[in-house]
């Protein structure tokens, strides 16, 4: 953000509030976010990282994508968190910390069909 001066010179506009404001906005939305990831994967990793923990696997129905979901929810979870930290630690900078902000939420966004899977890749078929 720039502002030009009657004299033909550009001096910076002081947009630390705005930068604090659109940061500390994004970040009580997307703290619980992070909670819940941390959560729901800790709470299903014992089901899903263990293998053989369902009696009814069998190879003729096939590997279970329920480590792939955890994997997938795990990475996206620790990616958008070290991009919100990158843009907090680089508020105070004029430039470069909205992208890593707008990464962090995308990521995350991203990131929500795979921790939507977790209960589904957890579960265990019934015995017939």
Do not use: H, Q
């Not at 009814?56 to 620790?78: D, K």
């Not at 069909?113 to 078929?125: I, K, N, S, Y």
């Amino acid at each position: 953000m720039t502002d030009c001066r009657a004299d033909g010179t550009v001096a910076p506009v002081p947009a630390i509030r705005l930068r604090l404001v659109v940061t500390a906005l994004t970040s009580a939305v997307v703290g619980p976010v992070l909670l819940l990831y941390a959560w729901l994967l800790v709470w299903y990793s014992p089901e899903i990282t263990n293998p053989g923990g369902c009696p009814n696997e069998s190879p003729s129905r096939g590997p279970g994508n329920g480590t792939l979901v955890w994997v997938l929810a795990c990475a996206a979870g620790v990616a958008g968190a070290l991009c919100l930290g990158i843009a907090l630690a680089r508020t105070n900078k004029y430039r470069g910390w909205w992208p890593w902000l707008l990464a962090g939420v995308v990521i995350l966004a991203a990131g929500s069909p795979a921790v939507a899977g977790l209960p589904a890749a957890a579960w265990c078929p019934p015995l017939p």
